[in-house]
């Protein structure tokens, strides 16, 4: 009974005085899908079709802010006549100028991308990809800690990938990426193959910040379990990725989003050390709208923006 007055308090609290205002949407890659992937990482994707169709669905009836229009809107610097749309886009994809950046353009919308210059410098690798090559390629992946996971079937596969990620972000933040090369030690891997093959380069990044619609932002260094860090740790993985960017585009970087950005990776410690930089503003991965009386320019709540995989 407390619960449903709590809850009909709240709904009736939100529509006098906390309504809703806008949304941050949240993407990563926007190109084709592709036949015979996982759900797991074809889900990060939308296709261009989809973006321009979302974009005229809404162009009459949202106003397109960029992050430092939403900014001002939080603090009551601008009162936007519509709802508002923010497009942010995380880790840095190679499809983003290809197919992202002329939607964009082509509508005069504004568009933030959150890099992580480890990516764009190929010092990091996306493991998530190389994991999906040895679930689709295998009936059964054996990690060097022993454990056998069942890829049999496409939802074996599924399954599999989600479990073995779960291990993966369980690992301890130092030496990474070594020991995701000493868990997966069975197999002969390229870990490099998908970083060089998908990522953005610095040319065409400086060229997209050079373009008023665009805004360059940080995702970390090497996009890192943040809550794992010690503060000294901490606080050099955050400022490297600002003072990366920055000497690339010879432009201020202002806005930050968390790694994977659950409370899980970003813990208390996570959001103090970006209140205290001179980042402007830090980003979740979830938590919805944006409503009226939302005050927390380091907790900015995002909406991911989904397109169903056609069948």
Known sequence: MIKIFKRKFRTLYNLMFNKYIGQIYMLHRVCPFENGKLSCNENMKVSPEFLERFILDKIDHFEFLSLDQLLDVIKKIYNPAKPFIVFTIDDGYVDNYNYAYPVFKKYNIPFTIYITPGFIDRISFLWWYQLEDLVLEFNSVQLSNGLIFNCETIIDK?????????????????????????????????????????????????????????????????????????????????????????NKINKNVSHFAYPFGTSFEVNDQVVDVLKHSTFHSASFSNGGAIRRQFKDLYCLTRTMLYERKPE
């Open 158 to 246: 599924e399954t599999s990938f989600l479990k073995i990620r779960e291990i993966i972000l369980d690992l301890p933040t130092t030496d990474f990426d070594n020991q995701i090369r000493t868990l997966f030690s069975y197999y002969s891997l390229n870990f490099e193959h998908y970083t060089n093959e998908l990522m953005l380069n610095w040319d065409q990044i400086i060229e997209m910040s050079m373009n008023p619609l665009c805004t360059i932002a940080a995702h970390s260094m090497t996009h890192r379990r943040l809550s794992e860090l010690n503060n000294t740790e901490l606080k050099k993985e955050i400022s490297e990725s600002k003072q990366v960017i920055e």
